[in-house]
């Protein structure tokens, strides 16, 4: 586990295709930022307790979106913990498995139908707060949340307006996941519901004061986020 930022973490060791993974320490408690792939749970919990936590710390996993690379192991660590899972409402029926994510043409349904049942895989979790845009988690002294639709209906984004730390999700890549290639970019089309609704949402939180952009994939930002971002838009 590394530190990005005072009380931010970065859990490492995890498969190059899943998604980051990220401990919020605060006096609320810890919170996990999404959950990596289905079998994750074990390195998750081994790290928090190679950090001095006991995994009955942690209080809640918030998932940005239901792909499965972000809520493969949130069910076990649920499980294991206790902790209330998060999401926005638009999200709910995927992550508990009520529907299949929809996709932008036949071939994108497809794909998202073949990806549930292999590599993405994983086990439905129930929802226990629904979330929406304006919402604030009890979260480094007050996370504010961002409906932030396109990759997926619900995806979102978590905002700290005193410290200006973005977690993004999946609007915004810092490296292809099937590529290995790094590089900041939009969400990956291929996965992406709606890609008019990215760019809207992109440009949302590219008008946010930012120091700091943690991804879902890639490297977070540490310097000059806002003009990075901008510049990419």
Same mark, same amino acid.
């Not at 586990?1 to 973490?9: A, E, F, K, N």
């Not at 993405?120 to 961002?146: F, H, N, T, Y």
């Given at each position: ?9 970065l859990i490492e060791g995890l498969r190059s295709d899943s998604g980051n993974v990220y401990l919020l320490v605060s006096e609320e408690g810890l919170t996990l930022v999404d959950s990596g792939l289905a079998g994750a749970a074990d ?87 629904? %979330?929406?845009?304006?919402? $604030?988690? !009890? ?6 949340? @961002? ?6 209906? +619900? ?37 992406? %519901?709606?890609?008019?609704? $990215?760019? !809207? ?6 008008? @946010? ?6 991804? +879902? ?17």
């Open positions: 586990m590394r530190q990005i930022v005072p009380d931010v973490y390195q998750i919990e081994a790290q928090l307790q190679e950090a001095g936590y006991a995994t009955s710390e942690l209080r809640a996993i918030v998932l940005t979106h239901a792909h499965g690379d972000h809520m493969g192991s949130v069910a076990e660590l649920a499980r294991r913990s206790g902790a209330q899972v998060l999401a926005h409402q638009d999200e709910i029926p995927y992550i508990e498995q009520a529907k299949t994510m929809p996709g932008a043409s036949p071939f994108q349904g497809l794909m998202n139908w073949l990806g549930d049942r292999t590599i993405l895989k994983r086990s439905p979790c129930k929802v226990d707060r629904s %979330l929406q845009d304006g919402d $604030v988690i !009890e979260a480094l002294g007050g996370m504010q949340v @961002l409906h932030t639709p396109g990759h997926t209906p +619900g995806s979102i984004a978590l905002y700290q307006p005193e410290r200006r730390i973005l977690f993004c999700g999946d609007i915004f890549f810092n490296k292809n996941p099937m590529t290995g290639k790094e590089g900041l970019q939009l969400s990956l089309p291929l996965f992406t %519901l709606n890609m008019a609704q $990215v760019r !809207e949402s992109a440009r949302r939180l590219a008008a @946010l004061p930012l120091e700091v952009v943690c991804f +879902g994939h890639g490297e977070p930002i540490l310097e000059e986020a806002e003009e990075r971002l901008e510049a990419l838009l």
